[in-house]
């Protein structure tokens, strides 16, 4: 996994210290009074999430719930936020053998010239959103970082708030991006098991496990105010996977006190072609505690529950513990337009199709106050 020339090289020990973390991380040996402990903790320590994240908090699920939606009254009041992502590119280079859009999967593929970039922002617009989370595919070639940037400045007209979620860059790139109006950056390490990594990505640079781990620090170098961090859970011990993406967020956190940190929090989809996969191993009982957990270790950070998950759960988890949900999505190339008719393929199936107007109603419902814009530049 050594660095590409292409690669800017971070000196920290970030990784090594997350890595030795989760492997050191044995939660068979937490106890009920561990997880008392934890639950009863007004600052909690990386031990203590570990607790929270452990199958002894199982039976604590109620509690964990309770203490999650204290601490999100606490610090978000009873706002939830509401954006959608933008799919303008599904190329890709790399082989990754979960993911709609490998490069070996037989699908339609697309980009969007710039004149459908900026159709698509103004259906999205239409809606009242004031957000958008701009994604392509993995491939430099197809959608290099002048295309990316391109888009962010048309997305600029149309919104308050944009985040990107493409392949990792340099922080010059990085830079780049944020002079075009980009706000954060969001990038999946997938699974913190390097092993378990090398084997799910089998071509392109997305093989490089530690450039990709160190995406985030990169941005902040590179001026972006917000930074996004998730494992997808199923694809490896998921209780490790979401022990290593807190404790990478923590220590960037202290690291970079200026940055906003944000957790996504998703679970394996079905992808065209391949329908066996699932997430079978991380039930929603779990994703629950895993997100609690998220919401007392880092309880100023955005937690985002996206449409992998059904309308039934996400509608509860904004009650607790999420704080950002997405609306009106589409996960193909150029699927917002008033005909609705997608240029490319999907990246996985999504499982809460509801439009914008549903989800703030939704929201509305459970008491909440839907918000489209945390920011304003003046």
Do not use: W
Not at 88 to 93: P, Q, V
Not at 303 to 323: G, P, Q, V, Y
């Amino acid at each position: 996994m050594k660095y590409l020339p292409d690669m800017e090289v971070i000196e920290s020990d970030m990784l090594d210290k997350v890595v030795t973390a989760m492997d050191g991380y044995d939660y068979s040996s937490f106890t009920a009074d561990d997880v008392r402990a934890a639950l009863q903790a007004e600052v909690l320590s990386p031990r203590d999430f570990q607790a929270l994240l452990s199958p002894a908090a199982e039976p604590f699920i109620e509690e964990l719930a309770q203490r999650a939606q204290q601490e999100t009254r606490k610090h978000f009041g009873n706002s939830v936020m509401m954006f959608t992502p933008v799919y303008i590119a599904n190329y890709c280079e790399n082989y990754c053998i979960y993911c709609g859009f490998n490069c070996h999967n037989k699908i339609r593929r697309a980009k969007l010239d710039m004149n459908e970039v900026e159709h698509e922002f103004q259906e999205i617009a239409k809606t009242g959103l004031q957000e958008v989370l701009i994604l392509t595919g993995e491939s430099r070639r197809m959608s290099d970082v002048k295309y990316i940037g391109e888009a962010c400045k048309i997305a600029r007209k149309y919104f308050k708030v944009i985040g990107v979620e493409v392949y990792p860059m340099n922080s010059d790139e990085y830079h780049y991006l944020h002079e075009c109006g980009v706000d954060y950056v969001t990038v999946f390490q997938e699974t913190y098991n390097s092993d378990k990594y090398a084997t799910l990505h089998l071509e392109g640079h997305k093989r490089i496990f530690p450039y990709r781990f160190y995406a985030q620090e990169r941005a902040v170098m590179g001026g972006m105010r917000g930074v996004g961090f998730a494992a997808l859970l199923g694809l490896d011990d998921f209780r490790k996977d979401a022990f290593a993406t807190g404790y990478h967020a923590y220590l960037l956190q202290q690291k970079y006190p200026h940055a906003e940190i944000a957790i996504s929090c998703p679970r394996l989809r079905p992808i065209i072609n391949n329908e066996t996969i699932n997430p079978k191993d991380v039930h929603e009982k779990q994703l629950l505690q895993v997100i609690c957990a998220y919401r007392m270790f880092l309880p100023f950070a955005s937690i985002t529950i996206s449409t992998r998950e059904c309308e039934r759960f996400r509608d509860n988890i904004i009650k607790i513990a999420a704080t950002k949900i997405s609306g009106g999505v589409s996960v193909g190339i150029g699927g917002h337009g008033e005909d609705g008719e997608e240029k490319g393929d999907e990246q996985f199936d999504i499982s809460d199709g509801r439009s914008v107007q549903e989800v703030y109603e939704a929201i509305e419902k459970a008491g909440m106050q839907p918000v489209m814009s945390d920011y304003i530049y003046v």
